[in-house]
């Protein structure tokens, strides 16, 4: 039941990111600068990072036939920083295939997306390399 509802909140998530993406692309240029910050593309951070969040609880409980709790955790957040590395990178492509330009949408997009999966992935690496 749980891991229904984490992916219930994940999915949310996704929806959140993708009303902000649709949001940044009808939006004006500039979308991301120093001195301009399209409140869309905050919607969009908001809602990759619930669906980047939800992931690793959702993958743990969906591991629930393996008894050893340690070892649940572990394969969950391999899972998890495999996923977040994908998704980051599908963000990379995205930027690839439009311009890296953070004043268009497509750029603002890829930069945000991937420095969300950035934070993940770094946070997991760092928990990894220094954690108990």
Known sequence: MRARTLLLVGLGGVL???VGALGVASGDEPH???GELDPWLVVFALGTLVMLGAAPYA???RHSGIEDEDERWDRALAVWG????LTGLGFLAIGALGSFAPSSA???IAWVGA???GLVFGTLA????FGD
């Open 16 to 18: 959140v990111a993708a």
């Open 32 to 34: 991301l600068s120093f």
């Open 59 to 61: 993958i743990f409980d």
């Open 82 to 85: 495999g996923f977040s590395l």
């Open 106 to 108: 497509s750029g603002a």
């Open 115 to 117: 420095g969300c999966c």
């Open 126 to 129: 760092l928990f990894v390399l």
